[in-house]
Nanobody, 124 residues
Framework: QAQLVESGGGLVQAGGSLRLSCTAS????????MGWFRQAPGKEREFVAT????????YYADSVKGRFTISGDYAKNTVYLQMNSLKPEDTAVYYC?????????????????WGQGTQVTVSS
């Protein structure tokens, strides 16, 4: 059974950094796009970043471009989200997801595998 498990969330002050990890198991995600989404209280789940292990293609939401970096280690079946210069508005539950569509997609409905989420809280 395919499974995605996130870790690395926590409480950090504004301007600080965190690195999230997402470990995949149960099937090969080699040709999948692995994405990060986030959902703040009372808001819709929004796209953050995505990467394809095969080819290393990446894509970011404008709100995190230049501050967040997505990367992957296929040997460890793990995708990372390095978050720098964190802001209070980055506070949310962060979800890892996998999409089998052929192209880059920021659309959550095209991701068919999801993790349980990890809380990130940025204090001002």
């Amino acid at each position: 059974q395919a499974q995605l498990v996130e870790s690395g969330g926590g409480l950090v002050q504004a301007g600080g950094s965190l690195r999230l990890s997402c470990t995949a198991s149960g099937r090969s995600f080699r040709n999948y796009f692995m994405g990060w989404f986030r959902q703040a209280p009372g808001k819709e789940r929004e796209f953050v970043a995505t990467i394809r292990w095969s080819g290393g293609i990446t894509y970011y939401a404008d709100s995190v471009k230049g501050r967040f970096t997505i990367s992957g280690d296929y040997a460890k079946n793990t995708v990372y989200l390095q978050m720098n210069s964190l802001k209070p508005e980055d506070t949310a539950v962060y979800y890892c997801a996998a999409s089998g569509v052929a192209g880059i997609s920021p659309t959550r409905h095209e991701y068919n595998y999801w993790g349980q989420g990890t809380q990130v809280t940025v204090s001002s």
